[in-house]
């Protein structure tokens, strides 16, 4: 996650069961501030739907379903074709009905 510090500076840290790890050395939050940024339930909910959907985008690669399933049957490939596409849009809609609120490396900050 990324917060701002005290001089408008954004900071990187990770997010632990007891609040935030800030990665530079340098900068110390509060316990109370810290605290803030707890992993919860959302998180862990948002890290499974993750791997569900990198999962769905590596079925989509014809050499990854080889080498898993070589010889797969009618019933097999008619799975492989239609579950991606479910579990993309399972997520999707899931993502969009439970937000998070993090912020990721890459994604901005708002000024406040």
Not at 15 to 39: C, F, H, P, Q, R
Not at 54 to 62: K, L, N, S, Y
Not at 79 to 86: D, F, H, S, T
């Amino acid at each position: 996650d990324s917060f701002r510090d005290e001089r408008g500076k954004v900071r990187y840290g990770v997010a632990t069961l007891n609040g935030m790890w800030v990665m530079d050395g340098s900068i110390k939050l509060g316990v109370e501030e810290a605290k803030k940024y707890k992993l919860r339930f959302i998180d862990l909910f948002h890290a499974c739907g993750s791997i569900l959907v990198f999962g769905a985008i590596a079925m989509f690669d014809q050499s990854i379903v080889t080498c898993l399933a070589p010889k797969p049957s009618e019933e097999a490939k008619e799975l492989l074709v239609v579950l991606p596409i479910g579990i993309g849009i399972l997520c999707s809609v899931l993502f969009l009905l439970f937000p998070t609120q993090r912020h990721g490396i890459g994604f901005p900050l708002s000024r406040n």
